[in-house]
């Protein structure tokens, strides 16, 4: 199997989801962008980094943790990250986001429009993980 770049994959998810504005991998350790693919003008690198920032602010935030730490304790269990996906709507877009289950520290985000299926949106963003994660294993090595 041919294992291409992180960005290939990325836009291969854009060409496949009807109403895909964009979709990226971010660090969320450093919210650092991995990797990112996009077809509109106003994307540019000030905001994906704040679309970064504000998904690693949403999986890996000091107030996500405490109610982590809460849930927790209430089932007397050492604490672990439980959050694995978030959909954010807005007036004009659908966000689909995913931390890779195989690389806890990345999370992939699927930006679309409003027309565009939750059903069709999860599933590319879920076999998305399928090609992301070798590229993060060989990236590692």
Do not use: K
């Amino acid at each position: 199997m041919h294992i291409g770049s992180l960005d290939e994959v990325l836009e291969s998810v854009l060409d496949e989801v009807e109403g895909a504005l964009g979709c990226a991998v971010a660090d969320l350790r450093s919210g650092a962008l991995l990797g990112v693919a996009h077809h509109v003008s106003y994307f540019t690198q000030e905001y994906l980094e704040a679309v970064a920032a504000a998904s690693v602010e949403m999986f890996r935030g000091q107030t996500v943790r405490h109610v982590e730490d809460l849930i927790s304790a209430q089932r007397v269990q050492p604490s672990e990250r439980l959050i694995e996906e978030i959909q954010m709507t807005t007036r004009g877009t659908i966000h689909f986001m995913m931390v890779l289950p195989n690389h806890p520290e990345a999370v992939v985000v699927l930006i679309t429009n409003r027309e565009t299926s939750l059903g069709m949106g999860w599933s590319a963003t879920r076999r998305s993980v399928l090609q992301i994660e070798p590229i993060l294993d060989g990236l590692a090595e």
